[in-house]
């Protein structure tokens, strides 16, 4: 951000150089336009500051609230360990991970082999006795 800085000061080095007459009312013009100028290139340059400090503090934070999941709820990043599901379609054996699981329960994952979207069914058995398996 400093370069937006820098070329404020390089425009009124250039209109110092001029000897722009701030008695008239076009040198006022232009000598204000070039303060405005040198003031908004330093705000944007505080702004950027300030976005970068926020931004290091939240990677902080995320990195705390990561460490917490882990130590009291014991909780892991699933998003790396691997999950094999056959295509109904194809009969092709899939791997995903947990960063699929979203396409997954949204109903957009599909088979890489036949191009058919793949559905899964999360719903519990229909027995109606709690278990957690298939009646066939």
């Known amino acids: 951000m400093s370069e937006l800085t820098n070329r404020a000061s390089y425009l009124q080095g250039l209109a110092e150089g001029l000897k722009l007459d701030t008695d008239k009312t076009e040198g006022k013009l232009i ?3 070039l ?3 040198s003031d908004m290139a330093k ?3 505080s ?3 300030e ?3 926020v931004a290091d503090k939240l990677d902080e934070m995320e990195d705390v609230i990561d460490v917490i999941g882990e130590n009291v709820f014991g909780e892991d990043d699933d998003d790396d360990d691997v ?3 056959v295509c109904d379609n194809c009969g092709a054996e899939i791997d995903f991970t947990g960063d699929d699981l979203d396409d997954i329960a ?3 994952f599909v088979c890489p082999e036949c191009g ?3 559905e899964l069914d999360f719903d519990e058995c229909d027995c109606d006795c709690g278990c957690d398996h298939d009646h066939e």
């Open 35 to 37: 303060n405005l100028v």
């Open 47 to 49: 702004l950027d500051d």
């Open 51 to 53: 976005q970068a400090f």
């Open 83 to 85: 999950y094999t599901i």
């Open 116 to 118: 058919k979207t793949i």
């Open 106 to 108: 949204s109903g957009d």
């Open 31 to 33: 000598g204000e336009l």
């Open 43 to 45: 705000e944007l340059e």
